[in-house]
């Protein structure tokens, strides 16, 4: 049996939204992580290395992964554009793709600052 392939017309669409769905992911990550953190004061994460609690490492660390994630939608978008046959649409797609993937990753350098800034559960 075959698998499916995914096609331009689903690959497209998941591509526009990867950079605010990466975001949120990350934004939910940030709470969860938080709230373990301080409800559970013996947990691990609330422990501390090399100055920082271990949660705002995960954070740190999570971050990272989606900025890179982030990119790699850019990749693949500029990649799927050049094998498309509508040039003007398959580059306003590579641009919006873009577009949201820099102002997702705004967003999560901006949720990222606070763990430099303030106590993670002050």
Do not use: R, S
């Given at each position: 049996?075959?698998?499916p392939v995914l096609t331009a017309f689903g690959r497209n669409p998941l591509l526009l939204i990867a950079?605010?769905?990466i975001w949120m992911v990350h934004f939910l990550g940030i709470y969860i992580v938080n709230a373990i953190a301080c409800a559970r004061p013996d947990s691990a994460?609330?422990?501390h290395a090399r100055g920082m609690p271990v949660s705002s490492w995960v954070i740190l660390a999570g971050s990272a992964a989606a900025l890179l994630a982030m990119?790699?939608?850019?990749r693949i978008a500029i990649r799927s554009a050049r094998h498309e046959?509508?040039?003007d649409a398959a580059r306003f797609r590579v641009w919006l793709t873009g577009a949201l993937c820099v102002l997702s990753?705004?967003?999560v350098a901006w949720q990222t600052v606070?763990?430099?800034l303030v106590a993670a559960c002050g």
């Open positions: 049996m075959k698998t950079g605010p769905m994460l609330a422990m990119g790699l939608t850019i046959d509508a040039p990753a705004l967003a606070p763990i430099f």
